[in-house]
């Protein structure tokens, strides 16, 4: 539990301060809705002097090696490993996520962090060619300069360093506001940047809602944004920022994903990795997964096989090691998971398990006021434009879709949705597996595994409504520097490309 007499302050430039605001906001643990802190709510003021301190620190920051800087990672790369179980904890009562996911959690950020600061050694840029001997060519990387960053809540701890190791790096100094579900994840963070000794105003943790966002995303000092979360945020972000010359957006955003299970399958990891993707994290992953497009030879069996797991699994204290869901976020979500399992009731699907609201007796001692639902599953034609398999819900809400055919026809009704985070095909057949290695569009396409669970060097991003950008590592380095193409002449004469004559021709020649 963080400190109750406290209320939680933003680090701006080196200092912890209460900034400008009057207003505070609790962090809540959405398994017991008890408060685990109260925070200050950040304005857009608290961001108007983070921005200047971030500004001021750049040309400090610049000046150390990319090695110098990453030391300061490597700090809190031991840290994060020395106070796993701790973390992961906080985690846990922090995001609802159950234990193996709250450490798990910690794991990537570390993970991250370790890519990051290892990358400090090594090349940077390139040596080019010239088509002139005499030259020397090379591509250089310079940092962008200020770095806006606005994690989600759904991974507390790994996704700000995601966006904040490589940026900062490379060189960049970093103005950032984490979840507002998640704050006491960020005050941790903040301690530890504070306690790594980084050079004041490199890093800045504003803590606040939307408007504080948005004073980051709107500002003239900011050069690159990184934002992971929802798609309506990410695509206003990216639109905003599109039309401001010299700024980079790189958003990250939902999906609609899809499992496609064959009629080559083994059923056994075809369940297996539909039950991961589906109901860990309680849906709650961008890259879980709300539909499960099976081939009608096999979809009997399989049905009746994740059915009777989506009755089963275990919904309850994330903390328990027993637990496979905890709960939703926030009331707000709970919601709307809620109304999304009732609009697919009145768009006439076929349900098959219905745990919206959970029995009184699965619900644990303590953690009434928990925003609790377990799996809600249905099946409905693949063909039909329903709004509940083609909208993203973010919860547990699992469409079966049956189809019959091809590779072909499952790729295309995979396709189906405005989406294109993450996907997974279930088949021993290796000419399908390839089919929908090459035609379906996503960003991570897996083969015989769950679409979640991404390793932090692969690039992480969608295609369509799902992304414009890839906010973490060796692909966000093009959202967080800019190349300079760089060419030295080694000779006293100057000679040009392209066969360019470098004569300079007067009236008297
Ligand atoms: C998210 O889905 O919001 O691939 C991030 C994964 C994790 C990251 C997920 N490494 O499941």
Known sequence: MANHDEVYQHYIDGEWTDGTGEETFESENPATGKSLGEFRRGTPDDVDTALAAATEAEEEWQALSHIDRAEYLWDIYHELKERHQELGEVVT?????????????????????????????????????????????????????????VTPWNFPVAIPFWHMAVSLVEGNTVVWKPAEQTPWCGQIIAEMFEEAGIPDGVFNMVQGFGDTGEAIVDDD?????????????????????????????????????????????????????????????????????????????????????????????????????????????????????????????????????????????????GHEDGHWVGPFVYEADAQENLRCTHEEVFGPHVALLKYSGDIETAVDIHNDTDYGLAGAIISEDYRQINYFRDNAEIGLAYGNLPCIGAEVHLPFGGVKKSGNGYPSAREVIEAVTERTAWTLNNSKDIQMAQGLSADIKTRED
Not at 108 to 113: G, I, K, L, R
Not at 134 to 143: E, F, I, Q, S, T
Not at 331 to 356: M, S
């Open 93 to 149: 009562k922090e995001c609802g996520k159950e234990i193996s996911e709250g450490k798990a959690d910690v794991t990537e950020a570390w993970h991250m962090v370790e890519w990051a600061a290892g990358d400090a050694r090594h090349p940077k840029g390139d040596v080019v060619p010239s088509e002139i001997p005499a030259k020397d060519a090379y591509m250089r990387r310079k940092p962008r300069g200020v770095v806006g960053c």
């Open 221 to 365: 000092r900011v050069d690159t944004v990184l934002f992971t979360g929802s798609a309506e945020v990410g695509q206003e972000i990216a639109s905003k920022v599109g039309g401001q010359p010299g700024k980079l957006a790189a958003c990250e955003m939902g999906g609609k994903n899809n499992i496609v299970v064959t009629e080559e399958a083994d059923l056994d990891i075809a369940v297996h990795s539909a039950v991961m993707s589906s109901f860990k994290t309680t849906g709650q992953r961008c890259v879980s997964s709300e539909r499960l497009v099976v081939h009608e030879d096999v979809y009997d069996e399989f049905k009746e096989r994740f059915v009777e797991v989506a009755k089963d699994v275990s919904v309850g204290d994330p903390l328990e090691e027993e637990t496979f869901m905890g709960p939703l976020i926030e009331e707000g979500h709970k919601e709307k998971v809620t109304e999304y399992n009732e609009l697919a009731k009145r768009e006439d699907v076929n349900v098959l398990v219905d745990r919206t609201e959970l029995d009184d007796d699965e619900i644990p001692e």
